[in-house]
DNA sequence: GCAACTTAGTTTCATAATGCAACTATTGGA
DNA sequence: TCCAATAGTTGCATTATGAAACTAAGTTGC
């Protein structure tokens, strides 16, 4: 082989996610779309990434589908980049990163913000697997099934 | 620069994680463990992955706490990787990716597979973000606050 | 209207990571 | 003891990453 390997056409959808979502910027990127940034510059700025290796995510990201082109809000003749509702799907995937790191980091008082409720300004719940009637799952509860055959769609 | 930037002394939580899974393997080698597997030849059938990347990947996850090594569990000299706590841990973050997988994929009928609850047999719920009273939060209903100093440890 | 500055990139070049194939060293089995 | 399987390592080619320099629009001050 000679490229980095895809997993485009793989069946595991783990690994269709990481293919999107899976190399060491663009979920920084996300994060920070998410937080409301949306010119090349800001990005650049806030991440202090290669200007070379942004273009190349942000392109990658909107060919995804998970970031769009827009004009500008202010009105200058600039474009931005905002989420998508697909990008805007990936928040319980940051938001068990971030649970991750504060249960299992090493030097957890590195760690300089945590995740609150906006309303009481308390720390948000850990996220539960839970199944379709609401009983709360361990992974050793759930398993992998092959998926059904989805019925025919329209016509 | 010069080497891939780490990402070990950021203060965000979500960098912090990415610095220890956010490469194309680590998450489906943590994936196939969490499904059983335990030794090198294992891995590499399932995964199809290069040798040598897979053996660089499972020492860095041992370095990071997430696998160790135990002696064969068939009674044979060689050894296998385990999932630690901190391994089994990364578990939301799977079904995170599998979920938007699920939910935004361009071609979902490409999607092997979904998770199920083991007694039922039945998809397992969309993860929620709760706040500590058990609201249902929406992203726009969080934010990111200031860590707060924790209080001395012990001594 | 134009010089100076800002923004958003692209290009160039060096270095690191990835991937395949071939090789090696134990271990296991007959 | 000999042979195969396991678990790697090494060598080499290609790609990705990153810093810095460069470029080309868009904007601003005058």
């Known amino acids: ?3 980095r390997t895809s997993f485009e056409g793989d069946a595991c959808p783990i ?14 990127i996300i994060r920070e779309a998410l ?19 942004l273009a190349t995510r942000l392109r990658a990201l909107v060919d995804h589908g998970i970031l769009a082109t ?12 905002v989420l998508t509702p ?5 928040f319980p995937i940051l938001v068990a990163l971030r649970q991750w790191s504060e249960e299992f980091d ?24 839970r199944a379709e009637d609401g009983r709360l799952l361990t992974p050793a509860e759930t398993m992998v099934k092959p998926r059904p055959a989805s019925r025919k769609k329209s016509a």
């Open 106 to 129: 090493d030097r957890p008082e590195e760690i300089a913000t945590i995740l609150v409720d906006r309303e009481k300004g308390r720390p948000v719940k850990k996220l539960e697997m």
């Open 35 to 53: 937080f409301g940034l949306r010119r090349f510059g800001e990005f650049q700025n806030k991440l202090g990434m290669a200007k070379n290796i």
């Open 86 to 90: 697909k990008g805007r799907g990936t």
């Open 15 to 28: 690994a269709r996610s990481l293919d999107a979502l899976g190399d060491w910027w663009s979920l920084l």
């Open 70 to 81: 827009a004009p500008a809000s202010d009105g200058s003749a600039y474009q931005e980049y």
């Open 1 to 3: 082989m000679v490229k």
